[in-house]
C-alpha cells in the first residue's frame, strides 16, 4: 500500500455548507475507488493566485489516504471529469511524514495580525495537544514598517511656467522631430 495526499480546490462561489458536500463527495470517490484510512482536513477559503474559470477565492481541502498504487490513476482520471472542482492533485508521500500534515493542519488555523492590532477573528481551537504546541511556537506576526529618515537631498529646481517660453519650446521640438530616430 501507498500513501497519497490529495489537495483539491473548490470554487468559492459555493457556501460553506456546499462546499462540505462537495469534499464530502470527493472522500466518497476515493473510499468508492479502494482508498483506505482517509483522513480529510479543511484548510479555509483563500483568494487564489490567478482566477480559475472566472473565480477568485476557493475552499482549500486536503486528504491523505492509502491505496494501492493501481488506485492512483482511477481516482485522478475520476476527479479531473468532475466540473465541481476548480483543481485538484494527487502526490505520493512517504509513510513516515504523517507529522509533516499535522503541522499542516495546525498552522492552518494560526491567524497573521498585526502587532498590537485586534484581532477580528478568533483562531479555532487545536484539535490536540500537540496541535496546541505547534501553534505556539509558530504563531507569526507582522511588524510594524520602520520609517526611515531620508537624507536631505537637494531640492530640485523650480521651473515656473513664467521662466519657460512658447518660443524656447518651439526651437526644442524642431530639434526633435529633425533629428533621426535612431539618434534618440
Given at each position: 500500500m501507498q500513501h497519497y495526499e490529495l489537495l483539491f480546490v473548490l470554487p468559492g462561489t459555493l457556501s460553506e455548507d456546499e462546499a462540505a458536500a462537495q469534499a464530502a463527495d470527493v472522500v466518497k470517490v476515493l473510499e468508492e475507488q479502494g482508498a483506505t484510512s482517509v483522513a480529510h482536513h479543511d484548510l479555509g477559503k483563500t483568494r487564489l493566485a490567478y482566477p480559475m474559470k472566472h473565480i477568485r477565492y476557493?475552499?482549500?481541502?486536503?486528504?491523505?489516504?492509502?491505496?494501492e498504487p493501481k488506485v492512483a490513476p482511477a481516482v485522478e482520471a475520476k476527479l479531473r471529469i468532475s466540473a465541481k472542482l476548480l483543481r485538484a492533485m494527487l502526490t505520493k508521500v512517504e509513510e513516515g511524514s504523517k507529522m509533516e500534515f499535522e503541522k499542516l493542519i495546525a498552522l492552518s488555523d494560526v491567524t497573521v495580525r498585526e502587532i498590537g492590532a485586534p484581532s477580528r477573528t478568533k483562531a479555532a481551537k487545536p484539535e490536540s495537544a500537540e496541535a496546541a504546541a505547534i501553534m505556539e511556537t509558530k504563531t507569526v506576526k507582522k511588524a510594524a514598517p520602520e520609517k526611515k529618515e531620508k537624507p536631505a537631498a537637494a531640492a530640485p529646481k523650480e521651473t515656473r511656467a513664467e521662466d519657460v517660453k512658447i518660443d524656447d519650446i518651439d526651437k526644442k521640438l524642431d530639434q526633435l522631430l529633425e533629428t533621426d530616430i535612431a539618434d534618440v
Open positions: 476557493g475552499y482549500y481541502h486536503i486528504c491523505r489516504f492509502a491505496a
